[in-house]
């Protein structure tokens, strides 16, 4: 335990240094963002629901990140919660494969208003390489409405948090 | 008031029920027969209480210290609250009874049934009123046969078997509480109660000591106390409901009334004997709050719960004279005694009207398997509301009225960490963590019976299809409801505002530290209605109805919890106290092929007491019997042997 | 009105709690966080949004969000934010309406017809029943201790003790600690940011309610975080309870001590597997045993 404890003091950190406030473009947009947010709900706090309706987890890998220390969209103003029911935004990634189709319909029935659907990933924009297989039905908005979409296979964690600050900036209008 | 006037009025009491029993007998082919019965008992219960009220007033006024019944016993004070409650029982449970029986035709002899229930209040009446060892007796007895019909009325095989251990138990009782009573009156069956004390006060320790340990078996069989009370969560279900109401609220009152009245008799000697009912009674509300906690069948539950609330009871019973008898303790005893004067009325109240809500479930659903009910609040929302205030009131959570009574238990153990030697300090300690305990359990056991029977959805077609509801079935529980959260207001202030002092002749600081401000009751109060206002005015939120969250998986009513699964974590953490077998049956579907099985768990609770103590003692006394049968040879000489030893013995004795 | 201004205190100031948690969890895992108001916000977005509803729900789901915020707000009333002295606040009350709250939540989550909820229920009643003995001794020796079953007087009676007394309750304090994370679904028995349905006890019982019903759930949590973890606070340091003119302030000390205190708690152990929740309870009602042990026997022997 000592040991432990002073080995952690005499290493120190060694991670790269975390990005100045205002600098880096991560920040920037989240800064973006969190007025965004204010201005849509005068809330300034988002909660997502993130359905994975068949992806790769490619989408799903890049939207943990989203969580991490680097870019800790928390301080944002985003939240992750647990059931639809407590969400103002439902992501969905995937090529909505038939087994998911039910289960994305009642998590929209399920979201309240006001809500707002984003597809992540090109697979529940278009449906990518699975368009047309027998497995899936397609693109997001073939089941449920989509109010943005969020291109990329898997969109970055900065390329996510620009496709919400859009998402959000077109609905206000 | 003319004491003999309500004399009269408690022998027109006493006597309508077998009135109303022989009529229903004699007009049995007239369909409003059972109508005609039910409501000449209701109208004794009516006049009952009626009576029960003035002599309480006059009592109070101080002009009458006993009453006498005519020539058929004296009723004093202590009997008082006790036959009101016998008299609010009947009142109540028979009002249930008109609608109630009257769907059950065909499978009661309700004449007959009438009959019973009848000779029933008749001698829970008796057993009040008796003023002398054989009246007493007889009493007894007559309540206890009465009830075994009750037990026994649908004549199925289960309720024959209950009925079997019930004349088993409550004749070992009877053996006992006749024995205890002779051995105190020197053997004369004819003493009255005053000369019965006046004999037992030149009585030696040994005989007192006897005398006391049979009558308390005898009254805790009857109350359902640990090892004596494995007929009750058996026997008290199988009667028809507003007969199981009477035999858990009342009869079981009844018992505590006969113990109260034999601990008169026992001046000297009670303390190390209190010491053995306060373990016992503890012991008893232990078990009886763990099984009810992991219990399936509604009305088995409840029992289970009459015997955690008749050990708490015994508990502040034996506190009371634990108490009352030490100087630097004595102002607790009045706390205690409050508590269980409180706990009396509430359990009455309480299981009385869950004993009758579990009969309109059950005559609705036709099934009172926890595990197969559900969704039934949305059916019947103020029904359900009724039966939630009574499951809060049965939890002892505010404001219902039996949270007032075991704060007063609470507070007097509490109390007792300070005061007195070590020893009473520490075992008041003990006390208090069994009871929180108990506590614990008891709201576990009411917010599943609750919650299953009512909330979520119906898990089987027989709940989904309920049918309606008749208000003369509903109106008897709403009562009750009503008079628990009645006593829940009245008594705080009640608990404040009367001088203990003066009911209990002992000075003493009645909940000390319970001071409630008007204004926080007020902000309490206004708090949540000012969300209400402003959820349904100012922000007029819109309701979307939806189904229940399944994360895509479509949700079936068997996907919902049963009571089985409800409990599943007490039972773990008391695993070692409840007895649990659980077997996995595994039979091969394909004889060949030994991998594709059907497993069927066959899983059951027992009591522990049923498999270390009757169990072995049953095996015990057919080993026994088995080596004395080797005494019938058959041979005669060999059997006037037996009586030449037997007189030589009796001369032996005699001389 | 002296009851009305440090409740009204603790109604304002408990969502920060929240905030102080999370931002303090935050900075243990090396991030910055959101806002320590981030909550207020949260629950007033809350209240903009509509509500969804199970078909399945009978009336007491809509009566538990009232009932839950009723219940934590007389126990914000009941527990004073400052001592006020004399007999105010009984501990028995005080923890009945404690499991009045509880109860009234495992009946919200019995009326969705969900797997998850009726699963949350069943274990926040296991660990309610649980938590009662411990609870109940260590109300009773604290309230032996001050001389006094009111929780105010309970508090003012610690500022005023000898250092030598503090030390003899410090057993029972470690014992209210057990208490107070289990009631606030905290580490070790709770993890309140699990978003897995298997691992959750409180948060299963609010998946199904949406809007504002789920703000007042929510905002009722705070409230009672906030009143067990700033009478924790008072009494482990009693300094922080003195009355004073700068009361306000030093109540904001006892809540970032608090929040600190839980944040410090949930970032350094794991949580328990829930079928070994019996052996934190003994633990727990060991300590309490212990606890009031000690004060008895320096009550007897006229120490304190």
Request: contains cysteine; proline residues 5%.
């Given at each position: 335990m000592l040991s432990l404890l002073a080995r952690i003091i005499k290493t120190g950190t060694v991670t790269e240094q975390a990005p100045q406030v205002g600098s880096t473009d991560i920040e920037?947009?989240?800064?973006?963002?969190k007025r965004a947010i204010t201005r849509l709900y005068g809330g300034r706090s988002l909660r997502i629901r993130h359905v994975d309706a068949g992806s790769s987890n490619a989408e799903e890998y890049e939207m943990t990140a989203l969580g991490n220390a680097y870019h800790d969209s928390e301080r944002f103003g985003l939240s992750f919660v647990a059931s639809p029911r407590h969400a103002d935004i439902l992501t969905v990634s995937g090529p909505v494969t038939r087994n998911m189709e039910h289960a994305l319909r009642t998590a929209y029935d399920m979201t309240p208003e006001p809500r707002m659907v984003i597809a992540v990933g090109d697979g529940a924009c278009t449906g990518g390489i699975w368009a047309g297989s027998y497995a899936v039905v397609g693109a997001v908005e073939k089941v449920i409405p989509v109010d943005a979409k969020i291109f990329g296979d898997p969109p970055s964690p900065l390329q996510i948090l620009k496709g919400l600050l859009a998402a959000i900036e077109k609905a206000r209008t | 008031?003319?004491?003999?006037?309500?004399?009269?009025?408690?022998?027109?009491?006493?006597?309508?029920?077998?009135?109303?029993?022989?009529?229903?007998?004699?007009?049995?082919?007239?369909?409003?027969?059972?109508?005609?019965?039910?409501?000449?008992?209701?109208?004794?219960?009516?006049?009952?209480?009626?009576?029960?009220?003035?002599?309480?007033?006059?009592?109070?006024?101080?002009?009458l210290s006993s009453l006498q019944i005519g020539g058929l016993g004296v009723l004093q004070p202590l009997g008082v609250p006790f036959l009101g409650i016998i008299y609010a029982g009947v009142l109540l449970t028979s009002f249930y009874s008109i609608a109630a029986l009257a769907k059950y035709k065909e499978i009661y002899v309700l004449p007959w049934l009438n009959v019973a229930s009848a000779l029933f209040l008749i001698g829970m009446q008796a057993v009040v009123l008796a003023p002398s060892v054989l009246t007493f007796l007889l009493a007894w007895e007559l309540?206890?046969?009465?009830?075994?019909?009750?037990?026994?009325?649908?004549?199925?095989?289960?309720?024959?078997?209950?009925?079997?251990?019930?004349?088993?138990?409550?004749?070992?009782?009877?053996?006992?509480?006749?024995?205890?009573?002779?051995?105190?009156?020197?053997?004369?069956?004819l003493l009255s109660w005053?000369?019965?004390?006046?004999?037992?006060?030149?009585?030696?320790?040994?005989?007192?000591?006897?005398?006391?340990?049979?009558?308390?078996?005898?009254?805790?069989?009857?109350?359902?106390?640990?090892?004596?009370?494995?007929?009750?969560?058996?026997?008290?279900?199988?009667?028809?409901?507003?007969?199981?109401?009477?035999?858990?609220?009342?009869?079981?009152?009844?018992?505590?009334?006969?113990?109260?009245?034999?601990?008169?008799?026992?001046p000297s000697l009670l303390f190390p004997w209190m010491l053995v009912v306060l373990l016992l009674g503890l012991v008893s509300a232990f078990f009886g709050a763990l099984h009810a906690a992991v219990e399936n069948d509604a009305k088995r539950l409840l029992a289970w719960s009459s015997i955690e609330n008749m050990g708490l009871i015994f508990a502040g019973i034996a506190l009371y004279f634990l108490t009352s008898g030490t100087a630097a303790l004595a102002p607790l005893a009045p706390l205690f005694a409050l508590f269980v004067m409180l706990h009396i009325l509430n359990h009455f109240l309480f299981k009385s009207g869950l004993f009758m809500a579990a009969?309109?479930?059950?005559?609705?659903?036709?099934?009172?398997?926890?595990?197969?009910?559900g969704g039934l609040a949305r059916r019947w929302p103020l029904f359900s509301g009724v039966v939630l205030a009574l499951s809060l009131a049965a939890a002892a959570l505010p404001p219902l009225g039996t949270f007032f009574g075991e704060w007063a238990l609470v507070q007097a153990l509490a109390l007792g960490l300070g005061a007195g030697d070590p020893a009473s300090r520490f075992t008041a300690l003990l006390v208090l963590s069994s009871v929180a305990l108990v506590g614990g359990l008891a709201i576990f056991a009411f917010v599943k019976f609750f919650s299953l029977v009512f909330l979520g959805r119906a898990r089987t077609e027989a709940a989904e299809?309920?049918?309606?509801?008749?208000?003369?079935?509903?109106?008897?529980?709403?009562?009750?409801?009503?008079?628990?959260?009645?006593?829940?207001?009245?008594?705080?202030?009640?608990?404040?505002?009367?001088?203990?002092?003066?009911?209990?002749?002992?000075?003493?600081?009645?909940?000390?530290?319970?001071?409630?401000?008007?204004?926080?009751?007020?902000?309490?109060?206004?708090?949540?209605?000012?969300?209400?206002?402003?959820?349904?005015?100012?922000?007029?939120?819109?309701?979307?109805?939806?189904?229940?969250?399944?994360?895509?998986?479509?949700?079936?009513?068997?996907m919902q919890y049963t009571s089985t699964g409800f409990a599943a974590p007490i039972r773990f953490f008391f695993r070692t106290l409840l007895g649990a077998r659980r077997e996995i049956i595994t039979t091969p579907v394909v004889a060949s092929n030994p991998w594709v099985t059907k497993k069927h768990l066959d899983w059951q609770i027992h009591s522990i007491w049923e498999v270390w103590l009757y169990k072995p003692l049953g095996h015990g006394i057919v080993r026994v019997a088995h080596s004395v049968r080797r005494l019938q040879s058959g041979v005669v000489q060999f059997y006037l042997l037996l009586v030449l030893l037997t007189l030589i013995l009796t001369l032996f004795i005699a001389l | 009105m002296t009851i009305l201004l440090p409740t009204l205190l603790i109604l304002l100031a408990s969502p920060l709690t929240v905030g102080l948690v999370r931002k303090f969890k935050a900075l243990f895992q090396n991030r910055r966080g959101a806002s320590i108001f981030q909550p207020y916000w949260a629950l007033l977005s809350l209240l903009r949004k509509d509500m969804t509803i199970t078909r399945y729900s009978s009336w007491v789901f809509h009566t538990v969000p009232f009932v839950v915020l009723g219940s934590t707000i007389a126990l914000a009333a009941l527990v004073p934010a400052v001592p006020i002295a004399g007999t105010y606040g009984n501990v028995f009350l005080i923890a009945g309406v404690l499991a009045l709250g509880s109860v009234f939540l495992v009946l919200g989550g019995m009326d969705t017809a969900s797997t998850f909820g009726n699963m949350g229920s069943s274990r926040e009643m296991s660990l309610i029943a649980l938590v009662e003995p411990p609870l109940f001794i260590v109300f009773a020796s604290l309230a032996l201790f001050a001389g006094s079953f009111g929780m105010g007087d309970i508090i003012a009676h610690f500022t005023s003790a000898t250092a030598g007394s503090h030390v003899l309750t410090a057993v029972t304090l470690i014992a209210l600690f057990f208490v107070v994370l289990a009631e606030n679904a905290r580490y070790p028995v709770d993890n309140p940011a699990t978003h897995l349905e298997l691992t959750m006890v409180h948060e299963a019982m609010m998946l199904e309610y949406s809007g504002?019903?789920?703000?007042?759930?929510?905002?009722?949590?705070?409230?009672?975080?906030?009143?067990?973890?700033?009478?924790?606070?008072?009494?482990?340091?009693?300094?922080?309870?003195?009355?004073?003119?700068?009361?306000?302030?030093?109540?904001?000390?006892?809540?970032?001590?608090a929040a600190f205190l839980v944040a410090f708690v949930e970032s350094t152990i794991v949580k328990m597997r829930f079928y070994r929740m019996q052996e934190y309870m003994a633990l727990a009602f060991l300590f309490a045993l212990g606890g009031a042990a000690l004060i008895i026997l320096s009550k007897l022997s006229g120490a304190v």
């Open positions: 920037v947009t989240g800064e973006n963002l | 008031m003319d004491p003999l006037l309500i004399s009269r009025l408690f022998l027109f009491a006493l006597a309508t029920p077998a009135f109303a029993a022989l009529l229903g007998l004699l007009l049995r082919r007239v369909s409003w027969s059972n109508t005609l019965t039910q409501v000449l008992f209701a109208l004794s219960g009516l006049v009952g209480l009626g009576a029960v009220a003035l002599l309480a007033l006059e009592m109070f006024a101080g002009s309540m206890s046969i009465a009830a075994y019909f009750l037990v026994i009325a649908d004549r199925t095989e289960d309720s024959l078997r209950a009925g079997f251990l019930y004349f088993v138990m409550t004749h070992l009782g009877f053996l006992a509480l006749a024995a205890g009573l002779l051995i105190l009156s020197g053997g004369n069956p005053a000369e019965l004390a006046q004999g037992a006060a030149t009585l030696g320790a040994l005989p007192l000591s006897l005398a006391f340990a049979l009558l308390f078996a005898g009254f805790g069989s009857k109350a359902g106390l640990v090892p004596l009370h494995q007929w009750l969560p058996y026997a008290h279900p199988q009667a028809p409901s507003g007969s199981s109401a009477l035999l858990s609220g009342v009869m079981l009152k009844v018992a505590v009334f006969g113990f109260l009245q034999s601990l008169t008799f026992f009969g309109v479930i059950q005559s609705a659903t036709h099934t009172r398997d926890l595990d197969s009910l299809h309920a049918g309606a509801l008749s208000w003369i079935l509903a109106t008897p529980v709403a009562i009750c409801a009503l008079l628990s959260l009645g006593v829940g207001l009245v008594a705080f202030p009640l608990i404040s505002g009367i001088p203990v002092g003066k009911l209990f002749g002992a000075e003493v600081v009645v909940a000390p530290g319970a001071g409630i401000d008007p204004t926080l009751v007020a902000l309490i109060l206004a708090a949540p209605a000012l969300a209400l206002w402003l959820i349904t005015r100012v922000l007029r939120t819109k309701i979307r109805i939806t189904d229940t969250w399944d994360c895509g998986a479509p949700l079936t009513p068997r | 504002p019903y789920l703000a007042l759930l929510e905002y009722a949590s705070a409230i009672k975080l906030t009143v067990l973890g700033t009478l924790f606070v008072s009494l482990l340091l009693p300094s922080f309870a003195a009355s004073g003119t700068v009361l306000a302030l030093l109540f904001l000390g006892k809540l970032i001590l």
